[in-house]
Structures are given as C-alpha cells and as structure tokens.
C-alpha cells in the first residue's frame, strides 16, 4: 500500500527527471532551467516590473535580479528604471528574446511528448487534473504556519 511518503518521494523524483530532461533541451538554446519560465512571463506580458515579475513567477526578488541579469547578458532583454516610480526596474524583451519563443514553445512540447510517451489521452487528461490538485494542495500548505509535533 502506497503511503504519503510515497507520494513525497515520487513528486521529488518526476520534478528531478523532467528537470534533467528539461537542462538537456535548453542547452542547446544557450539557457538554464527556470530561464524560460520568465521569458514566457513577458512574452504573456511584455515590459514588466521585476517586482511583478518575482511574484508571478513566485520566487525570491534574488533568484528573479540574477536571472534577469544573466538573460540581459545574453542579450534577451533589457532593464530600465521606470517612469513613473524610481523605485521599480522595467524588464522588457529584446528581439532576441523574442525569436526565441517559437523553439522554446516547441521545447515544452517536446517535454510533455517525453513525459507521457506511453500514455493515452484519457490519462494524460487525468494526469494534468491530480498534478494540478498536488500543486494546489502544496500551495496551500506553503500559506499555512507550519505546525511542530509536541
């Protein structure tokens, strides 16, 4: 019988395999795993706060700087201070960073193609409905103090 910790360890084990699978595809593309996930944000949404970016992205202001920092480097977007609060940086994407969305959403399809390779329609379907309830169950848990065994 199957047991929580199963389930934890499981989890633990899909995210590392498709995190392998996903350094391989965006290698070739000259970036990191996570790089991607903040060029989707801005091809949604282009010339974006970095504050609003960190939270849509649900990471800390740090790994967002670095990130931004290191894709400005690469020469796909840019940073400049806002007009209208001093305080805020606007990150937009430049050319570059906007050819690139073709091949990554290829990318992503590859991934998922590679994900569930063996499986029918029907489980796919229902694979994307219990890994959405998982990460709503864990975000919720994320908001909730912990509790600590007396």
């Given at each position: ?22 350094s ?28 609003d ?15 931004v920092?290191?894709?400005?480097r ?9 007009a ?29 193609a590679?994900?569930?390779r ?20 864990l975000?919720?848990s ?9």
């Amino acid at each position: 019988m199957e047991t929580n910790g199963d389930i934890s360890r499981m989890v633990a084990r899909v995210a590392r395999a498709h995190s392998a699978v996903a350094s391989t595809l965006l290698h070739v593309m000259g970036l990191y795993p996570g790089q991607e996930l903040l060029l989707q944000q801005l091809w949604e949404s282009d010339h974006r706060t970095q504050a609003d970016l960190t939270a849509a992205l649900g990471l800390d202001a740090s790994t967002v700087t670095r990130t931004v920092q290191c894709l400005g480097r690469s020469g796909l977007l840019t940073r400049a201070p806002s007009a209208t609060d001093r305080r805020a940086v606007i990150v937009s994407l430049t050319p570059a960073g906007h050819a690139l969305r073709e091949l990554i959403e290829e990318y992503w399809e590859s991934l998922g193609a590679a994900a569930t390779r063996d499986m029918s329609p029907r489980q796919r379907a229902a694979a994307l409905v219990l890994l959405n309830r998982i990460e709503g169950n864990l975000s919720r848990s994320a908001d909730q103090p912990s509790t600590s065994r007396t």
